[in-house]
Each structure stands twice: as structure tokens, then as C-alpha cells.
């Protein structure tokens, strides 16, 4: 309901635009600007469509493991031309022939994955009508026929389509949930961006104010002999330097703004009043429980097991495609033909058919043995690889739970030593304008409170951002205790 109205908000200071010219200023929360980059935001909708092309192509694959029913006709096939035909008696002439052919039939076909082999069934009807002095029409039906065709040694790509095709589905199913986690993270990024350009435009402005009053200070003390030349011409460059800082914040300022505006997918112009997460929330992150989420969600996992399921059927495919190979097919079923249609179903006929074919190389030069050898090399590395990376994987996530109690200690710290600076300028300002400090002092304090205040800025940013990495390097949130895989439905 929230993003709802933030969305109703929008449309409605959009149209507001429309009359005033004047820019809608959207004031959100660092959760409210994830929540409608989530929502409908450009990488949101590209992420969704690649889910949507993985979920068609899995649903195409297990198509192709159903009953696939067919029809097919020929109506008609018309035939008028003079033909070499050879007679009964052995000779050889050209006579003219004139016919139509009629055909349909229904089949049933049916994959079978553990061992490679089809299986159908068809059903069908043949008419055949003769033009010119003997007219004639006759039929051929055959009621069922049922057969099969059956690989013996070769190699069964069914078998590892069954397995690696549920498992690339899987795999874009949790990519779409990473993505969207990717999407919260650049979110945050490009909030932090846009607010700390916000600070830094105000403290510009604020330190440019007290560089004015400062220089007018100065001329003031210049004028009655009781500064230099040199701390004069020293304040008025410091003045110089707050104008230019506030130029470069400004822009910073335009630009972070059209960032965050362009991957929130807001076409107008819009200004943003944001409020930030100030206060850095007392969780903690089990390494033990990060790795166990990490393990259990992230698609690296199931890509270790679908790499080594890819190598191990290149290895089969290189034994079965250069070995003997043996195939078997065969058909039984009933037939009958007869000049009338009722005649063409009366006491049917049964027809066998079996096939044995085999290939058997006798002499390859050693390409088999190579390719099976090579095979077999890469299945190697491909576990070493994965072995590896799954150690780098799990490294990782400890490290970066490390990373995160560190950071958000520094956060802490930062925010004490802004408030610490803060106060020292205070108090180093009032001794100024009374006389008791002179300007270096007073610079040594500005530059310290502008030090100290991007510390925390940058702290504060790095330690949401590592919240936000977290959750999409486990799929978990353990800020709110709550599992961040994502239902799919279609």
C-alpha cells in the first residue's frame, strides 16, 4: 500500500507538471526507493523478461517428453503424366498415367528418456482413385500400427536433458531472485549518491555563507591594521574555494539525481527529498548461518553441479558418438486394402516389421580414444575448477560477514567523530570572531568538520550497501529474519 501511494503521489505531481512547469519534488525512504525500484523500474522489467524466456524454454523441454500428437494428410495428390513403366514381360514403355491419392493419419509419439528409444502409435487411411479407361478407386487402411526405435550403446542425450534441463530452470528461477536483490543494492547506491550530494550542496551553501561572512570579517580587521595582507588575501581565497565547492556540489547534486531518476524508470523531471536510515540498526550475522543461507539459495551452487553434469555428458557423448552403435526399430500392426471403405477395415492383416542396424568403426586413426581423452580432461579440470571456486565461494561470504561487524563499527564511530567536529568548529569560530585565534586555525577546523562529515557520509553508505550485499549474497535478510527467494508464478 505504501508503494502505492508513493506511485499515486507521483502520477499526481506529474500532472501538476503538466500545468505548472514547475518539478515534482518525491520525498522516499531508503525502503520506499527499493520497494519502487522493485516495482517497475527498467532493469526490474529486463530481469523479468529473462525469467519469462527461461520459463518458455522449460516449458518447451518438458513438451517434448509428452505425447506429442500429430495429424497428417495429403488431400489430394494429383498425378497426370506419361511414365516409364515396366511390363510383366521385362520390356520397358511409356505409358500414360492418371490418378489422385488421398491420405491421413493420426500418431502418438513418445519419448523415452532412461533409454534413449521412441515409441508411437498411428492410425490411417489411404484412398486411390484411377482416371481414363479403367476407372477405379480402392483403399488402404491400416487401423494400428505400433513400433519403436531403440538405440543400444549410442549416446542418450534424453538421459542428461532430464537432468541438466530442470536444473537451468532452477538456476534462472534464482537468478531472478539475485537480481532483484542486485536491483535493492544499486538502489541504495544511487540513494546514498543522490543524498550525500543533497549534504554536500548544503553544507557547500553553509560554508560558503561563512567563508562571506568571514572575508567581510576580515576586510573589516584589515581595514584598522589589526590583520596582514596575507591573512586577508588567505580568507579570500578560502571564500574562492567555498563558491567553487559549491559549483562542483550543485552539478554533483544534477547529476546523482538523473541516475537514480533514469533506474526508477521516472520519466519526468522530479527533484527527491530524502530521508535517510540514520540510525544503524543492532543486528548481528552468524557466519556459520550466512554460509548455510548462501549454500542453500544462491544459484552458484546448482551452476557448480550443472558445469560438472555438462562435462560428464561430453565424456558420455564422446564414448557413444565413436563407438559401435547399434540400433533396433521395429513396427506391428494391422492393414487391409479393398475397392470399398467398409471392405478396407473387414478382416484386417497384421505386418511385422524389425530393423537391425550397426556401425561399427574399424579404423579411426585414434580420433575416438582423443576425443574421449579430452573429454575426460575437462570433466578433470571442470571438478578442480568448481571445487575451487566453491572454496572461493564460501571464503567470500566469510569474509564479507567480517567485513560487515567491522563496518558497522566504523559507522558508529564516524557519526561520533562528526559530532565531535562539529563542536570544535562551534567553538573555533566564536574564538575567531572574538579575536582570540587567527584564520589558520579557523581553516584547520573547516577542513576537519568537512573531513570528518564525508567520513560519515561514506560510512553510513558503506554499511547499508554491505546490508544490501549481504542479502543478495545469502538471499536472506537478517536485519528483518526472512528468506528473500521469490515465488514465481505464470
Known amino acids: 500500500m505504501k508503494l502505492k501511494y508513493i506511485l499515486l503521489t507521483l502520477a499526481l505531481f506529474v500532472s501538476i507538471i503538466g ?118 478407386s480402392s483403399y488402404l487402411s491400416n487401423p494400428i500400427t505400433v513400433g519403436f526405435s531403440q538405440p543400444i550403446f549410442g549416446f542418450n542425450s534424453f538421459k542428461w536433458d532430464k537432468k541438466i534441463a530442470p536444473l537451468e530452470f532452477d538456476l534462472a528461477k534464482r537468478n531472478y531472485s539475485e537480481n532483484m536483490e542486485a536491483v535493492a543494492t544499486d538502489a541504495a547506491r544511487l540513494f546514498f549518491g543522490v543524498y550525500i550530494a543533497q549534504i554536500s550542496v548544503k553544507a557547500a551553501e553553509q560554508d560558503l555563507a561563512n567563508a562571506d561572512t568571514l572575508y567581510q570579517i576580515a576586510q573589516g580587521r584589515f581595514s584598522v591594521g589589526k590583520i596582514a595582507e596575507t591573512d586577508l588575501l588567505q580568507v579570500e581565497i578560502s571564500q574562492m574555494g567555498a563558491d567553487a565547492a559549491l559549483s562542483r556540489a550543485t552539478l554533483d547534486l ?24 540514520i540510525e544503524i540498526p543492532d543486528f548481528g550475522i552468524d557466519v556459520d548461518k550466512a554460509l548455510e543461507y548462501a549454500l542453500k539459495n544462491r544459484s552458484e551452487i546448482l551452476d557448480f553441479e550443472r558445469r ?75 571438478q578442480m575448477q568448481v571445487e575451487q571456486d566453491r572454496i572461493n565461494f564460501e571464503q567470500n561470504i566469510r569474509l564479507r560477514v567480517q567485513q560487515f561487524d ?14 565531535v567536529s562539529q563542536k570544535n568548529f562551534d567553538i573555533t569560530k566564536k ?48 536485519m528483518n529474519s526472512e528468506e528473500l527467494q521469490r515465488e514465481v508464478r505464470f
Do not use: C
Open 19 to 136: 500545468e505548472s512547469q514547475e518539478k515534482a519534488v518525491l520525498t522516499l525512504t531508503l525502503d520506499e526507493t527499493i520497494k519502487l525500484a522493485q516495482s517497475d523500474a527498467p532493469n526490474v522489467l529486463i530481469a523479468q523478461t529473462q525469467l519469462s524466456n527461461n520459463y518458455w524454454i522449460f516449458r518447451s523441454f518438458e513438451a517434448d517428453y509428452k505425447p506429442q500428437v500429430s495429424f497428417n494428410a495429403t488431400l489430394p495428390s494429383l498425378n497426370r503424366t506419361i511414365n516409364q513403366v515396366t511390363l510383366p514381360s521385362g520390356s520397358v514403355s511409356f505409358i500414360p498415367q492418371s490418378f489422385m491419392r488421398n491420405s491421413a493419419d493420426v500418431s502418438v509419439t513418445q519419448r523415452v528418456s532412461r533409454t534413449g528409444g521412441t515409441v508411437f502409435a498411428s492410425t490411417g487411411l489411404e484412398r486411390l482413385d484411377i482416371f481414363g479407361t479403367n476407372k477405379e
Open 308 to 382: 560438472k553434469l555438462v562435462a560428464e555428458q561430453n565424456v558420455d557423448r564422446a564414448v557413444g558418438e565413436n563407438g559401435v552403435d547399434i540400433r533396433v526399430s521395429g513396427r506391428v500392426g494391422l492393414s487391409q486394402t479393398d475397392l470399398t471403405l467398409a471392405g478396407a477395415y473387414a478382416s484386417p492383416l497384421d505386418q511385422e516389421q524389425l530393423t537391425l542396424s550397426l556401425s561399427v568403426p574399424i579404423m579411426d586413426w585414434g580420433k575416438a580414444e582423443s576425443e574421449r581423452q579430452i573429454a575426460e580432461s575437462n570433466l578433470k579440470v571442470v
Open 254 to 277: 544534477q547529476q546523482s539525481t538523473e541516475n537514480l531518476r533514469n533506474f526508477l524508470g521516472i520519466k519526468n523531471a522530479v527533484d527527491f527529498n530524502l530521508i535517510p536510515p
Open 406 to 419: 567491522l563496518l558497522r563499527t566504523q559507522a558508529k564511530l564516524a557519526e561520533r567523530t562528526y559530532e
Open 431 to 478: 574564538r575567531y570572531l572574538i579575536g582570540k585565534i587567527g584564520v589558520t586555525e579557523l581553516n584547520i577546523a573547516i577542513a576537519e568538520q568537512e573531513k570528518r562529515r564525508q567520513n560519515y557520509m561514506n560510512a553510513l553508505r558503506a554499511f547499508w550497501l554491505a546490508h544490501y550485499e549481504m542479502r543478495a549474497l545469502t538471499l536472506y535478510d537478517f
